[in-house]
């Protein structure tokens, strides 16, 4: 993906609320529970079947219990996130069945799921209700990216949200929930410091307050801040020519990230900034002799409230306003220079209502604007104009109508759901989706047929022959047996196929990047995730198995010799990770991850042969130990080593673009230290 300051917005960021997702709403007698307050202290463990009374939208536009969202979906808490030590979403997703990692261009990281690549607007990041994907090219960022101390709880569906989110959630939608300003007021500080052999790893510094004024019910305000330094590892990095180049101070992940925000019952206000500035040794395939730069960054503010004209019916209204540049290198000198911004206005209202008592109905429209412009001259560095035309700015128009029925009975849980979406440059889209859920004492079944679809970006529009969405059908079948309530098992199995994918190339002699819809994708497989808790702390056990399923014709994902493969993603992965409690306020937290053989392919050589690196199966051990309370009320203090076993772990390029395969995960030694103070904790005997 080929991508100085802004003008400050602290005067914008003083009025940042805390997050609001989709406003909850049951019956006025059954209220769900209050979000996880984000506390240090030791806390009591909840059985599984007291998780699964969590109430979430993540998958449906109606109010469910996790166990009963209509997809597949993986939650962590944010305590579950704490012990296990996590430094950023890519320490998380990597314990979660489905996901692992690729390499791209400018030594970016993006997710890979089932084992395709989903870097480019195939997999969707939310934030608080904000989609953090950027616009040009639908991407997003994975490396030291979010404050992990921030997150209350993270919900990863694994599988389409198109009907529900559009066109940047054709495979799957991680969802993540920060402290906001829901809770009690506290105040909390927490520093991080981690070392790698050679160099600094990480460090980094996170501010977070919120007050609930008792003397005006329903009003509250929240704001964090949060500033850190990192390297994506220490180890060298070798091109598929053979050059070297040390990446320890030459491959940058340095993260700031400002939220505030005020809510007045229903009304909510907030604000997000980020600014994530990398560098890296590499931008398409050869070595750099200086490290290139690649900046990201956004602005996202969003304004949202509920109204509920009779007992049955509430109406959501949002409204958001983006703004951001990505993969900003604003040297004009540089090469590699590119600076675009992009501008989205967005507009989304959403009626429930509860006809019956077993039927909720759900509807609404989706109207986005928008903008790109050039920032800087054209045909400099990596800089074009857009499209044929070679204008300086151009603009979109996408509307969309939804709708969905949530019926429980007696025989099975039933939701239907359909998006129409229509853009002014490709056209419309249409994805249906039917979901059947039924429980059988301690047995309960799913079985999902979604479609979904990938929105081109706007230079994917740009830089494309005349590129459309590509259409994605996937069908699933799950079933989870619960041992009482504190163990369960559960097993789901997939078919995925994806019909004219956007397909990227770069031609390095005419510097040149192009898109265009290639052939037919697939995935099938298999995946098991178990989980056990009790008074001694929990442990979960997770596999992965997926394979291409027979529909796979794209050469340029293909693996020579290899047709069970994906190019740069693992066939097998498995996970195990646990908390002990050692004493109630000492536990020790190892994570294991088995990841199986990928493979590595390069460009065609003049022969049209492409040569094939097989990177073997590799084990990464982690050790994470949590004190709380340490000497006094909400004092909490973190060791761990990461990659205890010294792994030479790299990640692929997942398509033979060039890039050969990059060291992350290095073996890292880390101190944590949090403070809360929570004035109502310290009043409780």
């Known amino acids: 993906m080929s991508r100085r300051h802004w003008p400050r917005l602290s005067s914008l960021l003083l009025l940042l609320c805390g997050p609001s997702a989709l406003a909850q709403w049951e019956p006025e007698s059954t209220e769900p529970p209050p979000a996880e307050p984000a506390t240090t202290g030791a806390q009591e463990e909840l059985p599984l079947d007291g998780e699964s009374e969590v109430h979430s939208q993540v998958a449906s536009f109606a109010i469910t219990r996790l166990r009963d969202s209509p997809a597949v979906v993986t939650s962590m808490t944010g305590e579950e996130i704490r012990n296990s030590g996590a430094r950023d979403l890519m320490d998380v997703l990597l314990q979660i069945p489905g996901f692992f990692f690729g390499v791209d261009t400018q030594g970016a990281v993006g997710p890979g799921f089932r084992g395709l690549w989903g870097y480019e607007g195939k997999v969707l990041l939310v934030v608080d209700g904000k989609e953090l994907n950027e616009q ?52 909390m500080v927490s520093g991080t410091y981690g070392q790698l052999a050679k160099s600094n790893g990480r460090r980094g510094l996170t501010l977070s307050g919120r007050k609930v004024f008792e003397s005006a019910p329903g009003l509250s305000v929240f704001a964090s801040a949060s500033m850190g330094q990192g390297q994506r590892s220490d180890a060298e990095f070798r091109d598929f020519f053979g050059n ?36 890296a040794i590499i931008a398409f395939d050869e070595v750099l002799e200086t490290p290139s730069a690649s900046d990201f960054e956004s602005f996202h503010a969003e304004l949202s409230n509920r109204f509920r004209p009779t007992e049955r019916v509430e109406i959501i209204p949002r409204f958001n306003l983006t703004l951001a540049e990505p993969f900003r290198d604003s040297d004009r000198g540089s090469e590699f220079y590119y600076e675009k911004q992009v501008m989205r206005l967005r507009g989304r209202t959403m009626a429930r209502w509860a006809a019956l008592d077993y039927l909720q109905l759900t509807g609404g429209v989706d109207v986005a604007s928008d903008q790109g412009k050039l920032k800087g001259p054209a045909n400099v560095g990596l800089q074009t104009p857009f499209g044929e035309d070679e204008t300086l700015s151009v603009s979109y128009l996408n509307i969309a109508g939804f709708v969905e029925a949530f019926s429980e009975n ?22 249906p989706r039917l979901v059947l859920l039924r429980a059988f004492g301690p047995f309960s079944a799913k079985a999902l047929f979604s479609r979904a679809f990938r929105a081109p970006g706007i230079e994917n529009i740009s830089l494309g022959a005349d590129v459309r969405p590509e259409r994605t059908t996937v069908y699933e079948l799950e079933g989870t047996l619960r041992f009482g309530e504190n163990h369960a098992l559960s097993a789901n199995a997939f078919d995925v196929g994806v019909s004219d994918p956007i397909i990227y190339s770069y031609d390095a002699v005419a510097n040149e990047e192009v898109y265009r819809n290639l052939g037919r994708l697939g995935s099938r497989g298999i995946e098991l995730d178990y989980h056990i808790k009790g008074p001694w702390g929990r442990a979960a056990l997770s596999y992965s198995f997926y394979a ?22 693992p066939t097998h992965k498995a996970s195990l990770s646990g908390s002990v409690k050692v004493m109630p306020w000492l536990s020790v937290n190892p994570t294991a991850v088995l990841v199986g053989r990928r493979f590595a392919v390069d460009v065609p050589d003049e022969r049209g042969s492409s040569p094939v690196e097989e990177l073997p199966t590799q084990l990464l051990l982690n050790l994470y130990v949590r004190a709380e309370n340490v000497g006094t009320q909400g004092l909490e203090i973190g060791a761990g080593v990461y990659n205890i076993l010294g792994t030479n772990f790299r990640i692929a390029q997942p398509y033979n673009g060039g890039h050969a395969p990059m060291p992350v995960f290095s073996r890292e030694f880390l101190v944590k230290l949090t403070y809360l103070f929570d004035p109502g904790m310290m009043e409780q005997p």
Do not use: C, W
Request: aromatic residues 8%; negative net charge.
């Open 548 to 569: 291409p399923s027979g529909r796979n014709d794209v050469e340029d994902y293909q693996v020579p010799g290899h047709s069970n493969a994906f190019t740069g993603m």
């Open 244 to 279: 070297t180049a040390e990446m320890g101070g030459n491959t940058r992940l340095n993260p700031t990230t400002v939220q505030a925000g005020v809510g007045y019952k229903d009304l909510q206000l907030s604000v997000l900034y980020q600014r994530y500035s990398t560098s």
């Open 410 to 431: 007696p025989i099975a849980t039933v939701v239907a759901g359909a998006r129409y979406e229509n853009h002014s440059d490709f056209g419309s889209s249409f994805v």
């Open 136 to 187: 040009l090219y639908s991407t997003l960022q994975l490396g030291n990216e979010l404050p992990v101390e921030l997150i209350e709880r993270i919900e990863v569906v694994r599988g389409p949200g198109s009907v529900i989110y559009g066109g940047n959630a054709e495979l799957a939608v991680i969802n993540v929930i920060t402290r906001g300003v829901q809770g009690s007021t506290d105040l």
